[in-house]
């Protein structure tokens, strides 16, 4: 059983940055990926980024590649989306999620643990 909790949404201009955190508890498994997804009101959980928990394997939408930055620090268990030139279309519950496994996925049911979710808004 894994415990995510996401945090640092907020709402920020357009053009701006904001910097998402999501701290993993209770992990039992040996090897794993941290992913960040999101979903604005109306549309389907979109894939944004996943990383697996040694670093240097990384794996991007392809809408987010140029402005959006994942990464981890291995020591806390800890996941971070650094997000910069944000725009109105960003605007989202962003979710973290975890799944057991050495193979970058980029689907929502590929994993099985989720955070609650952190709101980001991006005024014009």
């Known amino acids: 059983q894994v415990q995510l909790a996401e945090s640092g949404g907020g709402l920020v201009q357009a053009g701006g940055s904001l910097r998402l955190s999501c701290a993993a508890s209770r992990r039992t498994f040996s090897t794993y990926s941290m992913a960040w997804f999101r979903q604005a009101p109306g549309k389907e959980r979109e894939f944004i980024a996943c990383?697996?928990?040694?670093?240097?394997?990384?794996l991007y939408a392809d809408s987010v590649k140029t402005r959006f930055t994942i990464s981890r620090s291995l020591a806390d268990d800890t996941a971070f989306l650094q997000m910069n030139r944000l725009i109105p279309d960003d605007t989202a519950v962003y979710y973290c999620?975890?799944?057991?496994?050495?193979?970058?996925?980029?689907?929502?049911?590929?994993?099985?643990?989720w955070g609650q979710g952190t709101q980001v808004t991006v005024s014009s």
């Open positions: 990383i697996w928990y040694k670093g240097g394997r990384t």
């Open positions: 999620a975890v799944r057991e496994g050495y193979m970058l996925k980029n689907g929502p049911d590929d994993y099985p643990w």
